[in-house]
């Protein structure tokens, strides 16, 4: 019987892997095709393959395919930290955006940029947004507490996130020329517009080690679901594993950071999004989660591109305008919960 149950699990899991590979595959080529100049997806892959006409091959190896690259990266990055933080912390609204990892980012970079350390395209620029990252995720676990309620937890990342966000205004109040403060600007707005090759370099090592790290203590997130003492119990040391997300977090988060600018709200939606397909298994939502915020971030970012405007809408504000209002309906639904949880 209850190998008849685990067969069943693995193949629910293999068919959901198998959905998202698809969507996020079917995302990633119409973010190729979609822009100024409508591509078919003949020319799109003939352009991968480096036939078909310059001009198509231009559009699609020079312009898209750098952007399509990061929005897949980073969705996957941000989709997989806020599973791993809501593992962490056994709180379904646990998401680096909320708690001020992007903010601090942000405020890193931005503050290298602005004193003349670096430039937005130098390879020294993502340890500025990963110190940043790492300093905010560190401070919420040391202020809230592991065992904190979401209300300690949302008052600890608002305060986090709020004194990220007054520095980086600072920054862009003291900005010494007016290209500096359109720098700064694009950090606060989020956007994959006018991305090359050189910025996926520059940020997928550092998602990669980040990955690697969350994805390790996935067997910790499901003991923890019974409590740390009984995590404990089974062998698991929880310092270490605190200390493995915070560290995962901070280089996913920060490298993101450092290419895009602050883009919220995907940890957040992601991993909802793929809970009931796992029955709510925080090893099993890792994946998932990822491969989810993948598929969320190329299709707001195609979005961006189709919405008619003066000017191409800046990603990172359209998935706030989506973010926003799905976290207020999952706070009024968990408000509601435990309002019935304790009549």
């Known amino acids: 019987m209850r190998e008849g ?21 079917g995302l990633f080529l119409a973010s190729l095709a979609v822009g100024p100049v409508l591509l078919s997806p003949e020319e799109v892959l003939k ?32 989709g997989l930290s806020g599973a791993a933080l809501q593992g962490l912390l056994r709180n379904p609204l646990a998401a680096p955006s909320l708690f001020g990892a992007p903010a601090a980012a942000a405020f890193g970079a931005v503050t290298v940029i602005s004193l003349g350390v670096v430039d937005a395209l130098s390879f020294a ?9 790492l300093a905010s995720v560190a401070l919420l676990i040391l202020v809230a507490g592991p065992r904190a309620s979401l209300l300690i937890l949302i008052l600890a ?19 010494p020329n007016p290209f500096a403060a359109l720098e ?26 980040g990955a690697a790290f969350l994805i390790w203590d996935r067997r910790a997130f499901r003991a923890l679901t019974l409590g740390e003492e ?4 089974l062998g698991f040391n929880l310092t270490g594993v605190r200390l493995r997300v915070v560290i995962g977090v901070a280089l996913g988060v920060g490298a993101s950071v450092a290419v ?19 029955r709510y298994d925080p090893g099993r939502l890792l994946v998932p989660a990822a491969l989810s915020g993948a598929a969320l971030l190329l299709a707001a970012d195609i979005a961006v591109r189709l919405i008619p405007s003066s000017g191409e809408i800046k990603v990172g504000v359209l998935t706030a305008l989506i973010g926003a209002p799905f976290f207020i309906a999952l706070i ?10 304790a009549s």
């Open 5 to 25: 149950v685990t067969r069943s699990r693995r193949r629910g899991s293999a068919i959901l892997l198998a959905c998202l590979l698809v969507l996020v595959a």
């Open 260 to 278: 895009a600018g602050t883009i919220g709200f995907i940890g957040l939606v992601a991993p909802h999004l793929m809970r009931p397909f796992v």
């Open 184 to 209: 700064i600007a694009f950090w606060l707005l989020g956007s994959l517009e006018d991305r090359s090759m050189r910025h996926v370099l520059i940020a997928l090592p550092f998602m990669v080690a």
């Open 47 to 78: 352009a991968l393959a480096g036939e078909g006409t310059e001009t198509a091959r231009i559009i699609v190896a020079e312009i898209r395919l750098p952007r399509a690259l990061l929005a897949l990266m980073i969705g996957a990055t941000l």
């Open 125 to 133: 620029l993502p340890f500025a947004a990963i110190a940043g990252a």
């Open 157 to 175: 990342g608002l305060a986090i996130s709020s004194l990220a966000g007054a520095g980086t205004a600072l920054a862009l109040n003291l900005a």
């Open 332 to 341: 009024m639904r968990r408000r509601h919960d435990l309002s019935g949880a």
């Open 230 to 233: 009984a995590a404990a119990s």
